[in-house]
């Protein structure tokens, strides 16, 4: 279906999401039968954490966006940057996380549902696996949930790491669970610098009560 949708005359254009090898295929098949290709692959969207942020704002915008779904959406805030003063609330973001409640999406006042399947469970664990071997700090553990009425359920809480860097598994790919990266940075340069340094991006966003600094990463950052 996907060469045929690549090969035939009649279609134009062609936007595609998924993963990084299929995406590539489409890529360099429908290019080379003369059609415009959009392809988003791989994602690792980071926020920007200013010190002058609005903090329970943050914290609870980081929450929902790196956990809701259990992370699993291409849009989802892998890692979050905090610059200057603002690696001081990663206590207050790992209660916050706390805060959220682990069930079967399909449960009343549920904020974190189960993985997609056995694999993606594996997956993800083994990401939290290779973060610590890696050497990143594990702030918040989510693997084994209690789950009453679900205990083979395919879950994972709600999980954070700091003292994440380039080089390590956990933040070069995207793992697609509720897991969050925690990085820092001394100021909004070395911020951006970051973002733009990592190959995957689908969006980032900043958070901060400076129009300064918004325009300055409005301008600067190259993601999107």
């Known amino acids: 279906v996907v060469n045929a949708i690549c090969d035939h005359k009649d279609i134009k254009a062609i936007s595609f999401v998924g993963s990084t090898k299929v995406g590539t295929h489409v890529y360099n098949r429908a290019t080379l039968a003369g059609k415009r290709v959009q392809c988003m692959m791989g994602a690792k969207n980071h926020a920007i954490v200013m010190p002058d942020a609005n903090k329970e704002q943050t ?78 700090k594990l702030e918040l553990d989510g693997r084994k949930p209690t789950v009453p009425g679900y205990e083979k359920g395919n879950f994972v809480g ?24 925690v990085a820092s940075a001394a100021d909004i340069d070395e911020a ?15 958070f901060t009560q400076s129009g300064a600094a918004g325009r300055r990463f409005q301008e600067d950052i190259d993601v999107g």
């Open 59 to 136: 914290l609870n915008a980081l929450a929902g966006a790196a956990f809701g779904a259990a992370g699993q959406r291409c849009m989802a805030v892998s890692v979050a940057v905090l610059v200057g003063d603002a690696q001081k609330w990663i206590p207050d973001l790992v209660a916050k996380a706390k805060t959220l409640k682990i069930g079967a999406g399909t449960d009343k006042g549920v904020d974190v549902g189960p993985l997609v399947s056995c694999a993606a469970h594996e997956r993800v664990t083994g990401f939290i696996e290779r973060g610590e071997a890696d050497g990143a």
């Open 192 to 206: 951006i610098e970051l973002i733009n340094r990592n190959p995957n991006g689908n969006g980032t966003a900043i």
């Open 158 to 181: 709600p999980t954070i790491f700091s003292g994440v860097k380039p080089g390590m598994a956990l933040y070069d790919q995207e793992v697609f669970g509720p897991v969050l990266c």
